[in-house]
């Protein structure tokens, strides 16, 4: 997931450097032509491109935005689906409660099912999807 998340992040900084590129071309065309244009025209001309560039950057904050919430998404489903196997691993172990090991200070390492929910959870995920082989 964080992968597919970097990439998605990497294709958008991408685009946004594309964009970049061109309307830096176009603004030193619209430069170079400012002494041959009548000042009016000069002015709709820079006019049309400022609302160009504002149009772009509210375009890739758009897109930046909808990665962002479709990756939440994704966490969201996947924390959904862990649910049901930490109770399972918490039943097989007698644990009545699981903390985020984050917001824990001091703890007996024996008692962290982490690695159990893990292993778990790629068993479900070779179940239902053979075809991934040992992934």
């Known amino acids: 997931m964080r992968a597919e998340e970097e990439a998605m ?21 619209l430069a170079e032509r400012r002494g041959s244009l009548a000042r009016e025209e000069f002015a709709r001309l820079a006019e049309a491109f400022d609302t160009k560039v504002r149009a772009a950057r509210k375009a890739q904050e758009e897109k930046a935005l909808a990665v ?8 969201q489903r996947f924390l959904d689906s862990l649910r049901p196997v930490i109770v399972e691993v918490m039943q ?3 644990a009545s409660v699981v903390l985020d090991g984050r ?15 893990i292993a778990r959870m790629d068993e479900i995920y070779r179940e239902n999807n053979p075809e991934s082989g040992d992934q």
Do not use: Y
């Open 92 to 94: 097989r172990f007698g």
């Open 68 to 75: 962002q919430r479709s990756m939440e998404q994704k966490r």
């Open 9 to 29: 992040r990497n294709r958008l900084v991408e685009e946004r450097k594309q964009i970049e590129r061109a309307l830096e071309a176009e603004e030193r065309e």
């Open 103 to 117: 917001a824990v200070l001091l703890a007996d390492p024996s008692l962290d099912l982490t690695g159990e929910v």
